[in-house]
């Protein structure tokens, strides 16, 4: 695991807010920046990702390249992305001020409230009962 450094940037490309956060590889770090991002773009106009002193991507706006990655999204990191939106919301920072964070979580909820339900282990507790 590394330990990441989000920094959420202005129209004016200046650093307004950071998010860190740890996962196994550059790849899972780059899927989860541009999600969050995605999340609350809405007060933020772009993002730089980090890892120690190198610069792993920067996003000053919404028409700049994004990253790709060619690994898919997975449920585990869904629910990866829900925790931290939920962090990010509940941080009392300018975070909480994003309307679309509010509406991610939300469409975020329901898509892994629906695998849970869905997944083998809840039939197997539900088929005990």
């Given at each position: ?68 990655v060619s690994k898919p999204i997975t449920a585990q990191m869904q629910a990866s992305v829900l925790r931290r939106e ?44």
């Open positions: 695991m590394a330990w990441y450094r989000l920094y959420f940037l202005s129209s004016r490309g200046d650093i307004r807010n950071v998010d860190e956060f740890d996962v196994a590889s550059d790849n899972d770090a780059l899927i989860l920046a541009d999600l969050l991002h995605d999340a609350v773009r809405d007060i933020y106009a772009g993002w730089e990702l980090w890892e120690g002193s190198r610069v792993l991507f920067r996003c000053p706006n919404e028409a700049a390249r994004r990253p790709y939920e962090i990010l919301l509940e941080s009392q920072s300018a975070f909480a001020r994003s309307r679309r964070l509010v509406e991610r979580i939300r469409e975020l909820r329901e898509i892994v409230g629906q695998r849970r339900k869905h997944s083998p282990q809840s039939t197997k507790s539900q088929s005990a009962n």
